[in-house]
């Protein structure tokens, strides 16, 4: 039987278990559009494509399979670029099924076309970022396409595909027999585990390190491999740091937990990754920032010895040499790695003057932090912000952070504990994904508490999130760490060349300004509240949670920069130190930046 594509793709979402499509109306989707109007999916309509692959995001964090986000041509697929690229970058899955101009128009300049270089070349805007791009060219080949997209963005390094299709191809008719196909294509593919033979190598080069260590990135976090982590680490005692990305893999209050490396690791931190003589790096890429910029000796040394396991054979060894390299699915890799170790050495390891250690570290950097935590001075410190979060929220609700002190302060001073419950926008780093991913997150996640902590600047690149949030009932809640600027990049510029200019909020004659964004969501119709007292605030937070509406709370808050002992190279970039040359440290002067772990 014959049966339009447009109604033939909706089917084929409705068997694929897709709940939920995020997307913003254009004429090359309103086919799309019609067919889903009796649907059994729940359209997501939102004011602006990047809320609608955010928010597409968001979802797919919390569920972890495929989301799927539909555009329009042009202005609506480059709006979503951003989304996109920031779920690729952070290995997030997405479906985007985007519209484009008549197939039989290529080149012509028809309304909205996207030409300058080539014909029919739209779906090229998302080749860098996305894992593939198709342009539907023959409507008969849609459900081998279809199979291939979910499957290419759920496996392996997960993240985006692109679905260009031309809008008359929705609304041909082909038989539905082509759909055969996908009634038999299964929607889950195997994942590897290391071999018996590596797996043992493994663990007995952990047994007999003198001083190993594990660095777990967000893959681990993501397959879920907390269990076999945890049990891992307790039956050897070994010393566990982590990047951004990997906060969630394992408690923070953990006593084998360190914390974060890199450029918002401690001296401690860095210093206990720098001088490990074995380091088994789980689903993390060792990126710029978890990495000290890569110097030799600040938070990893070319002087440890390197086992790496990732999804992607791409990552191994991209940044560090390594002694054994192994393409596995951390939560099975690990799982393999600890039955090995129980058979190698059945006792166990018991260190405890490591983990008397890492308590008196832990101990002492949290006194230092009691008093700007418990300050009452207004407007708020970022520390006092987080502090009362981190009593009323439960455990098990959903956090997303943004850009500046809520992601990087985050991942340095609030304890997480359970797994799959704080999420960073970390590759990309893009303001404004917090307010719009925590849509996603909810419809995912009813049940949970969900909300954002966003600074000023980064809630305001896309508001119109609060209209959605209204018009779809998605009771999430906004909390604005309110400092009036752009702040880490306002202290940034500040440290390198003593002022802010083009960072700070303010009119013309220099008076501050900012909007009032208590006001601005009651006008979208948004419940919300203006703290005007650092006391005030942790009531209305409970009060905000626990609404069951959309809620905003602007907090104005002190714009203090987020400790660190890391080392960044684009600090040596503005300010250039004799010993730094491209990004290296010359020899024989890395004296300098050494860490040591007892500093």
């Known amino acids: 039987m014959k049966k339009l594509i447009s109604y033939q793709l909706v089917d084929y979402l409705e068997r694929r278990g897709v709940e939920y499509v995020f997307g913003l109306c254009g004429h090359t989707v309103i086919a799309l559009l019609d067919a889903m109007k009796d649907s059994k999916l729940k359209y997501i309509s939102v004011r602006h494509e990047q809320i609608a692959s955010t928010a597409a995001d968001g979802y797919a964090r919390v569920t972890k399979k495929a989301s799927v986000c539909m555009t329009h041509l042009g202005p609506g697929l480059t709006n979503a670029v951003t989304g996109v690229a920031n779920a690729a970058t952070d290995n997030i899955p997405m479906v985007v099924i985007a519209g484009d101009v008549p197939s039989y128009y290529y080149g012509k300049h028809p ?39 979910f499957r290419l963005a759920e496996s392996g390094r997960p993240g985006p595909v692109l679905i260009s299709i031309p809008m008359d191809m929705f609304s041909r008719e082909i038989d539905d027999s082509n759909f055969e196909r996908t009634y038999k294509d299964s929607h889950e593919t195997v994942k590897p585990t290391l071999q018996k033979e590596t797996a043992i190598q493994i663990a007995k080069k952990l047994i007999d390190a003198e001083n ?9 976090v993501y397959s879920g491999a907390t269990k076999e982590l945890t049990e891992l680490v307790e039956f050897l005692d070994l010393p566990v740091t982590r990047s951004l990305m990997g906060q969630g893999g394992i408690s923070d209050t953990h006593p084998l937990f360190v914390g974060t490396t890199g450029f918002w690791g401690t001296y401690f931190v860095n210093g206990k990754s720098s001088t490990a003589d074995l380091v088994l790096a789980v689903g993390t890429r060792m990126k710029e920032a978890d990495a000290s910029s890569w110097y030799e000796g600040i938070s990893f040394s070319q002087k440890s010895r390197f086992i790496q396991i990732d999804i992607d054979p791409e990552e191994i060894g991209r940044n560090y040499p ?27 390891i018991n260190r405890p003057e490591l983990r008397a250690e890492i308590a008196k570290y832990r101990a ?10 418990d300050d009452g001075r207004f407007p708020m410190t970022p520390q006092r912000i987080l502090k009362d979060v981190r009593e009323v929220f439960p455990t098990d609700g959903l956090i997303f952070t943004d850009v500046g002190w809520n992601k990087n302060g985050v991942s340095q001073q609030f304890d997480i504990t359970e797994p799959d419950t704080i999420f960073h926008p970390g590759g990309l780093a893009t303001m404004g994904f917090g307010s719009a991913a925590i849509l996603g997150a909810k419809l995912a996640a009813p049940d949970k508490k969900v909300i954002t902590l966003i600074g000023d600047g980064g809630f305001g690149t896309n508001p119109s999130v609060l209209a959605a949030a209204v018009e779809q009932n998605i009771p999430c809640v906004w909390v604005i760490m309110n400092n009036g600027a752009f702040g880490t990049i306002a202290g940034l510029e500040g440290g390198a060349y003593g002022h802010s200019f083009g960072t700070i909020f303010h009119t013309p004659d220099g008076e501050k300004y900012n909007p009032d964004w208590a006001e601005v969501a009651k006008a979208y119709g948004v419940k919300s509240k203006k703290i005007t007292s650092a006391d005030e605030f942790k009531g209305a937070f409970e009060e905000a949670i626990n609404a069951n509406v959309p809620y905003l709370l602007d907090v104005p808050m002190e714009n203090i920069p987020v400790p660190t002992d890391g080392i960044w190279n684009i600090n040596d970039i503005y300010n250039p130190k004799e010993n730094v040359v491209e990004g290296k440290l010359v020899s024989g002067e890395a004296t300098r930046f050494a860490h040591v772990a007892t500093k």
């Open 111 to 149: 309304h909205q076309e996207i030409n300058m270089h080539c014909d029919g070349s739209q779906y090229d805007i998302f080749k860098p970022f996305v894992k593939r791009a198709w342009r539907l060219d023959t409507p008969e080949l849609l459900p081998e396409i279809l199979d291939k997209a």
């Open 212 to 220: 190993p260590l594990i660095h777990i990135g967000g893959h681990t």
């Open 322 to 348: 390594v002694e054994i390299g192994a393409v596995a699915d951390p939560k099975l890799a690990l799982a393999a790695i600890l039955e090995a170790a129980k058979e190698l050495k059945p006792e166990g």
């Open 364 to 373: 002492e950097f949290k006194a230092s932090n009691k008093a700007i935590s």
